[in-house]
């Protein structure tokens, strides 16, 4: 009997969107799509079984043969029972908070608070094998975790990234944002049952030869971009208007947020705001200034490297804001993973960036090649084809700022001549 002509069943959820959902009144999401690339690459023959919740999909892998679902990651419980295949796709897990809450750059913020996360589900038990000691309330699905934040019941929700990213702008969570990575990377595979065993090579196979466009076909189906729109008379005074709400409403901001910052003086939050950036959580400008004054007030000799995203507006204007942030935030968590103790990273506004090194011209402009490289060798999640323009340079006695005009110019020198990086 051919190997792949025998049946599978794909057991399956329809509440865990954008990987799983009903749609028109069809089984489809971004894992649906996947495993259906996938059987056609190897040859599966297949039916689909929907169930209302995950764990009946787990007792279907522990009990039934030729049964495999679309969706999860490895856990150690799981592996006793079923096999699993290479993750065709990587994402972080992700906080949702409300809009009035700043970045979140240490998972330790969390402490005290009520986190909701999904019961049963993976990014549970990430969560709880790596933080036991959180304030966890479980839910269903993501969805009642996520109107647990809306309705101020909890502090947080944690999942992985396409599903907060996917809930928060086609749903009623307007009032929600993502605030923050948790340093745990989702790794989204096939689970098969023990009776699938001879299939797992073929299957690890066809998703090493899924191609970068079949990805962000699949990926750019369920998140989509923002579309560019054009506006009548009307609806242009209409939206001068809402713009104008939009100023008042930021100036009641930034006075609101003035006075917290009396509030919470005494704090160390204050002593953060004063030196990181609200939304990344790395140094903000005036930090990087201090670090590059006191180098070279103590006369050594230190090197700067500035990057900045090319066509950031351009993003911010396809994407989304949303979307453009969690760039931003994917950007900089591949940057801090690679630096060094004696390494700083800042964002001096928008999509540029600084990092201090404390090294010689020649191990500086290698140091920062490798960042390059990473960059452009990483797969972002949504921004695909985001790219980054470098300079670097060496200072001695040199204030900062000197130092950051100079690289500003020797970074738009670059982008006119369209090269990415010099030294």
Not at 182 to 211: G, Q, W, Y
Not at 300 to 308: I, P, R
């Amino acid at each position: 009997m051919n190997l792949y002509a025998k049946d599978v069943t794909v057991v399956t959820t329809y509440k865990w969107e954008p990987f799983n959902m009903i749609i028109n009144g069809k089984i489809e999401g971004i894992g649906i799509d996947f495993w259906k690339l996938v059987a056609k690459k190897v040859g599966i023959d297949y039916k689909i079984k929907i169930v209302k919740r995950w764990p009946e999909v787990l007792d279907h892998i522990k009990t039934c043969p030729s049964v495999l679902t679309v969706g999860t990651d490895m856990t150690p419980e799981r592996s006793k029972y079923a096999y699993f295949s290479k993750p065709y796709v990587i994402y972080p897990l992700v906080i949702a908070t409300k809009n009035d809450v700043g970045f979140i750059f240490d998972i330790q913020y969390l402490k005290n608070k009520k986190i909701a996360l999904g019961r049963h589900y993976t990014a549970a038990k990430m969560m709880k094998e790596k933080y036991p000691g959180l304030d966890y309330v479980y839910t269903e699905n993501i969805d009642e975790a996520l109107k647990l934040v809306r309705e101020s019941k909890v502090f947080a929700a944690v999942d992985i990234l396409p599903v907060i990213a996917y809930k928060i702008n086609k749903y009623e969570f307007k009032n929600l944002k993502i605030s923050g990575e948790v340093p745990l990377m989702f790794k989204v595979r096939f689970m098969l049952s023990k009776h699938l065993k001879d299939l797992l090579p073929e299957i690890n196979k066809a998703i090493d030869s899924i191609t970068y466009f079949e990805k962000e076909k699949i990926y750019h189906k369920y998140i989509k971009p923002a579309k560019k729109v054009s506006f009548t008379a009307r609806e242009m005074i209409l939206y001068f208007l809402l713009f104008v709400s939009f100023l008042i409403i930021i100036a009641l901001w930034f006075y609101t947020l003035h006075n917290e910052m009396k509030i919470i003086k005494k704090n160390k939050i204050k002593e953060c705001s004063n030196s990181y950036d609200r939304l990344t959580g790395v140094f903000n400008k005036q930090k990087a200034k201090e670090l590059i004054d006191e180098c070279s007030n103590a006369k050594e000799k230190c090197a700067v490297c500035m990057f900045d995203i090319k066509n950031f507006r351009e993003i911010n204007r396809f994407y989304g804001h949303q979307f453009g942030d969690i760039a931003l935030l994917e950007l900089v968590s591949l940057i801090k993973s690679q630096l060094k103790k004696d390494e700083y990273l800042a964002r001096i506004g928008g999509g540029s960036f600084i990092i201090i090194l404390n090294e010689t011209e020649i191990e500086a402009c290698k140091r920062a090649n490798e960042i390059y490289q990473s960059i452009e060798n990483f797969e972002f999640s949504i921004v695909k084809d985001l790219k980054c323009t470098f300079a670097v340079k060496t200072f001695y006695d040199k204030n900062s700022e000197k130092i950051l005009n100079e690289l500003k110019k020797e970074i738009i020198k670059n982008k006119r001549k369209n090269r990415l990086f010099s030294c």
